[in-house]
């Protein structure tokens, strides 16, 4: 067996690695340096002004990838608060990931970060958007899936229309699900052979990031009481409607600076629960299955009906599975030219 220490000056970091519904993550354990601010917001934009290079060495090449995704740990900032927690992803932090709750509550609980309370453990989160309460599902120990109460989600504009370059008119909605996404029907005339499917990844992405910079150029976005850190278009969500049997519709995520999300996206689930309890297609408690491009699936459902600085908002209910898939520890040399990472797509 090999023996050999690296030297003392290399940087260390480790973490465990999950996947949700196909979708990766990159769990941060120690190593990466402590973050000051008194709330989840503050720590991000502490993040961003001083570690941002190492987001890079952790999401990009060689160590990670332009659809990678990570979460780092931090001490609660509420009083009830069992861990705080900051995403990031290929282009910077984002303010919220229902993908990475459910991962990182499969492992925490799996590995003993968090206590197992009984076959439903409850663990209380505070992201930059807010206080996240999921529910770790388990049987004979193991825990088989994963839910959560997000922060109050809603409808923020319906029926826009946009010119998108390349595609023409786009009609689509702005929902809040923990970040503001644009959601398209890809049923319109604008997008004419867009398909959902892991075979058409380029196409998505293109489509994808053409609508989302059309949207950023057209709408200032206002969250009725979140700070300015939440005002920004995280990306857009392309929504193919089926109502089989078992599948209400299927929808891709394409965000931050065109990644793909191979899960239903939990925030994005999150905000088309908001949109369709607004047009009055879903009712209060009922229950609908998302699907994503690569047939991995969340069920979501209105827990409860709120307001949110005036608008009507809810609080919805994600559930999905995710699976640890490995254990790392990253050395950076201080001599490494490409230590900082880089990026191709």
């Given at each position: 067996?090999?023996?050999?220490?690296?030297?003392?000056h290399?940087?260390?970091?480790?973490?465990?690695?999950?996947?949700?519904?196909?979708?990766?993550?990159?769990?941060?354990?120690?190593?990466?340096?402590?973050?000051q601010?008194?709330?989840?917001?503050?720590?991000?934009?502490?993040?961003?002004?001083?570690?941002?290079?190492?987001r890079?060495?952790l999401?990009?090449?060689?160590?990670?990838?332009?659809?990678?995704?990570?979460?780092?740990?931090?001490?609660?900032?509420?009083?009830?608060?069992?861990?705080?927690v900051?995403?990031?992803?290929?282009?910077?932090?984002?303010?919220?990931c229902?993908?990475?709750?459910?991962?990182?509550?499969?492992?925490?609980?799996?590995?003993?970060?968090?206590?197992?309370?009984?076959?439903?453990?409850?663990?209380k989160?505070?992201?930059?958007?807010?206080?996240?309460?999921?529910?770790?599902?388990?049987?004979?120990?193991?825990?088989?899936?994963?839910?959560?109460?997000?922060?109050?989600?809603?409808?923020?504009?319906?029926?826009?229309?946009?010119?998108?370059?390349?595609?023409?008119?786009?009609?689509y909605?702005i929902?809040?699900?923990?970040?503001?996404?644009a959601?398209?029907?890809?049923?319109?005339?604008?997008?004419?052979?867009?398909?959902?499917?892991?075979?058409?990844?380029?196409?998505?992405?293109?489509?994808?990031?053409?609508?989302?910079?059309?949207?950023?150029?057209?709408?200032?976005?206002?969250?009725?009481?979140?700070?300015?850190?939440?005002?920004?278009?995280?990306?857009?969500i392309?929504?193919k409607?089926?109502?089989?049997?078992?599948?209400?519709?299927?929808?891709?995520?394409v965000?931050?600076?065109?990644?793909?999300?191979r899960?239903?996206?939990?925030?994005?689930?999150?905000?088309?629960?908001?949109?369709?309890?607004?047009?009055?297609?879903?009712?209060?408690?009922?229950?609908?299955?998302?699907?994503?491009?690569?047939g991995s699936?969340?069920?979501g459902?209105?827990?409860?009906?709120?307001?949110?600085?005036?608008?009507?908002a809810?609080?919805?209910?994600?559930?999905?599975?995710a699976?640890?898939?490995?254990?790392?520890?990253?050395?950076?040399?201080?001599?490494?030219p490409?230590?900082?990472?880089?990026?191709?797509?």
């Amino acid at each position: 067996m090999l023996n050999w220490t690296p030297p003392d000056h290399w940087l260390r970091i480790t973490s465990i690695d999950a996947h949700t519904g196909g979708e990766p993550l990159r769990i941060i354990t120690s190593g990466f340096p402590d973050l000051q601010g008194s709330t989840i917001l503050e720590k991000r934009q502490y993040a961003r002004t001083h570690y941002d290079h190492l987001r890079r060495t952790l999401m990009w090449e060689p160590r990670g990838h332009a659809d990678m995704y990570g979460a780092i740990l931090t001490p609660p900032v509420t009083p009830d608060g069992d861990i705080g927690v900051l995403f990031m992803h290929n282009e910077g932090f984002s303010t919220m990931c229902g993908h990475g709750i459910i991962g990182l509550v499969k492992v925490g609980v799996q590995t003993g970060m968090f206590p197992v309370t009984g076959d439903e453990t409850v663990v209380k989160i505070d992201t930059p958007a807010g206080r996240v309460t999921a529910t770790a599902h388990l049987r004979n120990g193991q825990v088989e899936h994963v839910s959560f109460l997000n922060v109050p989600s809603f409808l923020y504009e319906q029926d826009l229309i946009v010119d998108v370059d390349g595609l023409g008119k786009v009609t689509y909605d702005i929902a809040f699900g923990g970040a503001f996404y644009a959601y398209v029907d890809v049923d319109q005339p604008a997008l004419k052979g867009v398909v959902i499917d892991d075979k058409h990844q380029t196409q998505l992405i293109d489509v994808g990031m053409r609508i989302k910079r059309a949207v950023m150029n057209t709408v200032t976005l206002r969250h009725p009481e979140g700070d300015d850190d939440l005002n920004f278009l995280y990306g857009t969500i392309l929504v193919k409607m089926l109502h089989t049997e078992d599948v209400h519709s299927r929808n891709v995520c394409v965000f931050a600076e065109g990644e793909v999300d191979r899960s239903p996206t939990g925030t994005g689930v999150s905000g088309r629960l908001a949109i369709h309890h607004a047009k009055g297609d879903l009712r209060l408690e009922e229950t609908i299955t998302i699907e994503s491009l690569i047939g991995s699936r969340f069920t979501g459902r209105v827990a409860e009906t709120v307001e949110v600085g005036g608008l009507p908002a809810i609080i919805p209910e994600v559930a999905g599975t995710a699976f640890i898939t490995g254990q790392h520890t990253f050395l950076i040399d201080p001599d490494d030219p490409l230590k900082d990472g880089f990026i191709l797509r």
